[in-house]
T-cell receptor, first 116, second 113 residues
Framework: AQKVTQAQTEISVVEKEDVTLDCVYETRDTTYYLFWYKQPPSGELVFLIRRNSFDEQNEISGRYSWNFQKSTSSFNFTITASQVVDSAVYFCALSEAQGGSEKLVFGKGMKLTVNP | EPEVTQTPSHQVTQMGQEVILRCVPISNHLYFYWYRQILGQKVEFLVSFYNNEISEKSEIFDDQFSVERPDGSNFTLKIRSTKLEDSAMYFC???????????FGPGTRLTVL
């Protein structure tokens, strides 16, 4: 069964600090996809990144970076030099490609507050 | 940039009433989804829809729920007889291909009184 665990529920940092959001997943499939979504206070879900299980390369996009490690079933997200606009709830999600299921299974989310 | 749209943004209804939530997926997308998020909780899958039929549904998606693609652009979620516990944010999403990135609409906040 699919499962996504975001152990941290809430983090508060001061602007310009780096912050890492942890995500651990469980799946029996060998082919799967991992995602991060951002939910700002306005409530919408904003797609940040998609990774497939065969691509363990870390990715950097501006101040955002992602570390995917299959050995520990983790897909962690780091925000460098955080800004107030980064304040949001961040969700990690998993989709299994095999068996015809396209649903996303979300973690419980982690609320990040960046204070000026 | 194409986006998923949803109407209304907020719906208030009385318990037992029927509601229809509307979504316009991204135009070239083929897979459609509904999710819900009870206030302060995680996002939960309800149903996926492809080729004019349900491809998967969760335990939440019981007989009170139905989905429809009445024309080439709209995708609707109907709740036949709303309960207090149906109060939540309902998100529509679409993707171009199977297991592709799902893009979410802004959500409809449903309040059942």
């Amino acid at each position: 069964a699919q499962k996504v665990t975001q152990a941290q529920t809430e983090i508060s940092v001061v602007e310009k600090e780096d912050v890492t959001l942890d995500c651990v997943y469980e799946t029996r499939d060998t082919t799967y996809y991992l995602f991060w979504y951002k939910q700002p206070p306005s409530g919408e879900l904003v797609f940040l990144i998609r990774r497939n299980s065969f691509d363990e390369q870390n990715e950097i996009s501006g101040r955002y970076s992602w570390n995917f490690q299959k050995s520990t079933s983790s897909f962690n997200f780091t925000i460098t030099a955080s800004q107030v606009v980064d304040s949001a709830v961040y969700f990690c999600a998993l989709s299994e490609a095999q068996g015809g299921s396209e649903k996303l299974v979300f973690g419980k989310g982690m609320k990040l507050t960046v204070n000026p | 940039e194409p986006e998923v749209t949803q109407t209304p943004s907020h719906q208030v209804t009385q318990m037992g009433q029927e509601v229809i939530l509307r979504c316009v997926p991204i135009s070239n997308h083929l897979y459609f989804y509904w999710y819900r998020q009870i206030l302060g909780q995680k996002v939960e899958f309800l149903v996926s829809f492809y080729n004019n039929e349900i491809s998967e549904k969760s335990e939440i998606f019981d007989d009170q729920f139905s989905v429809e693609r009445p024309d080439g652009s709209n995708f609707t979620l109907k709740i036949r007889s709303t309960k207090l516990e149906d109060s939540a944010m309902y998100f529509c999403a679409s993707s171009a291909r199977e297991a592709d990135t799902q893009y979410f609409g802004p959500g409809t906040r449903l309040t059942v009184l």
